[in-house]
């Protein structure tokens, strides 16, 4: 997962440096951030966004699941000391996804244990995580992207093509900087 991370998230930052937009970035390098230190690297960014690729629970795919699902999640946190921008900007993600012809998975909300994660918005891919460390403790609004389900053959194959790098951190990208234009 962590190369697909870093594809994408590389992406993104070249893509928001070249828009003019400071670009931290945490963790690219390989070395290991405890997660509560992770989005309080710098304090006074506008937005922190955790970039990921899922997998899903071994049972599912010792049954043969993996196939099941397919696309990205978003999740918020109401922890978060600024949810309702955390939301707004996840919601903009989610537009900028769907418009790219990107579909949400919608496996994190499915009734299994360690699953059941509160859906907002089915149509975004956008989960409620109150506990994910990261979105919790971060000062500023948060989101953490699922870009695809790396556990399906073929969403991985689909997700490591160059060209779906692109695609996917253009549209994350411009979900980024519609949440955060003024008014």
């Not at 707004?88 to 919608?106: F, K």
């Amino acid at each position: 997962e962590y190369l697909y991370n870093l594809d994408l998230s590389t992406a993104i930052a070249d893509r928001l440096v070249a828009a003019g937009q400071q670009v931290t970035r945490v963790a690219a390098d390989g070395r290991e951030i405890a997660l509560q230190d992770r989005a309080t690297r710098t304090p006074d960014a506008g937005l922190f966004v955790s970039i990921h690729h899922d997998s899903m629970q071994q049972a599912w795919i010792d049954a043969g699941r993996r196939r099941e699902f397919a696309g990205y999640s978003l999740f918020v946190s109401e922890k978060n000391p600024r949810y309702a921008d955390s939301l707004r900007c996840a919601q903009s993600v989610g537009e900028a996804m769907r418009n790219a012809g990107q579909m949400p998975s919608l496996y994190h909300a499915t009734p299994i244990p360690g699953e059941i994660r509160p859906l907002i918005d089915a149509r975004l891919g956008i989960h409620r995580f109150d506990d994910l460390v990261v979105l919790k403790t971060a000062p500023m609004p948060a989101i953490l992207i699922e870009a695809g389900v790396i556990a399906n053959p073929d969403d991985e194959a689909r997700v490591g093509r160059p060209d779906t790098v692109r695609l996917l951190a253009a549209a994350i990208v411009q979900g980024i900087q519609a949440c955060q234009a003024p008014g």
